[in-house]
């Protein structure tokens, strides 16, 4: 039970699209990760989740739109939502989302992280 | 499925200790309010709460120490932990916590909100 500083915790990792555990709460992880250039197309089965700019800005790409998420501001993908993340320039995203939540949800490719790292 | 600016949701309400509703996802929800002076002590028996700073600062009061949460961190209280949150200025907190969650955890009291406004 320890306070998080998310913008110290981001300097503790450089790597893109691979989300760092941060915090846990009824089954629910925070996850902080740095998005930079386009991720895949994929949706989660199961799972809601949710991405809150902490610096930054990105393009969530869906069927039908795009959204800018630009910093301060959050965005909710429910289960079965196809989307695609893309950063033309780095971001720094805060994910609230299940613990069984894979990061390229229903594909799996070399971008997968199985196994998480927790800061 | 809209992006939520933070900053300006905060703007749409000004009542201290009154959460409201801005997102759900998992049976979660995310919440913003607005902390100012000294709220009860209370715990939650069966959820954990996460306390994100957006604006200011605020002081966790736990039976055996005091914890500081500033802007840009973030502090989770396990269910079961007594804690009594202490603002001196006005801060603003996003909350993250099951649907079920009552403020005021196992008291009931005249800063007690039963039905949270979704904005």
Redesign the interface.
Known sequence: ???????KTFERFSEHWSPKIV????G?L?KLVKFKGEFVWHHHDV????FLV?RGSFDMH?RDRV????E???????RG?EHKPVANEEAHVLL???ASTLNTGNVRNERTKERLERL
């Open positions: 039970m320890s306070v998080v500083n998310i913008a915090g846990e709460l009824n629910q925070v799972e809601d989740e949710m902490v869906l959204e800018r998420i630009h301060g501001e959050f965005f909710i993908v429910p939502v609230f989302e299940p």
